[in-house]
């Protein structure tokens, strides 16, 4: 099983970026798909996660900015950023979770500077 994501870079503040979570290994349809974050020094965060049923949730810090969506035919996961500020600067990581299974991948750095 990998996942890989992608799509991460510099970005001002204010800005939007895209990032992508490539499964291989398992299907993203039949798993919970999170989107964790880490700055230096805190602890990982759970920030959106999509269910199985599609239903979405979203950590308070990114809710109404962030977008998380999944698209079967390609077997990906993809959190849309929007909004973003200096805060939301982390390594960002993709996980799938069913049963007693949890993968991640190696995540993808996010800066927000000007």
């Known amino acids: 099983v990998q996942l890989a994501e992608s799509g991460g870079g510099l970005v001002q503040p204010g800005g939007s970026l895209g990032l992508s979570c490539a499964a291989s290994?398992?299907?993203?349809?039949?798993?919970?798909m999170r989107w964790y974050r880490q700055s230096p020094g805190k602890q990982r965060e759970l920030i959106a996660t999509?269910?199985?049923?599609?239903?979405?949730v979203y950590a308070d810090s990114v809710k109404g900015r962030f977008t998380i969506s999944r698209d079967n035919a390609k077997n990906t996961v993809s959190l849309q950023m929007s909004s973003l500020k200096a805060e939301d600067t982390a390594v960002y990581y993709c996980?799938?979770?069913?049963?007693?299974?949890?993968?991640w991948g190696q995540g993808t750095q996010v800066t927000v500077s000007s």
């Open positions: 999509i269910q199985t049923d599609n239903v979405t």
């Open positions: 996980n799938a979770v069913k049963w007693k299974y949890s993968y």
């Open positions: 290994g398992l299907t993203v349809s039949t798993y919970a």
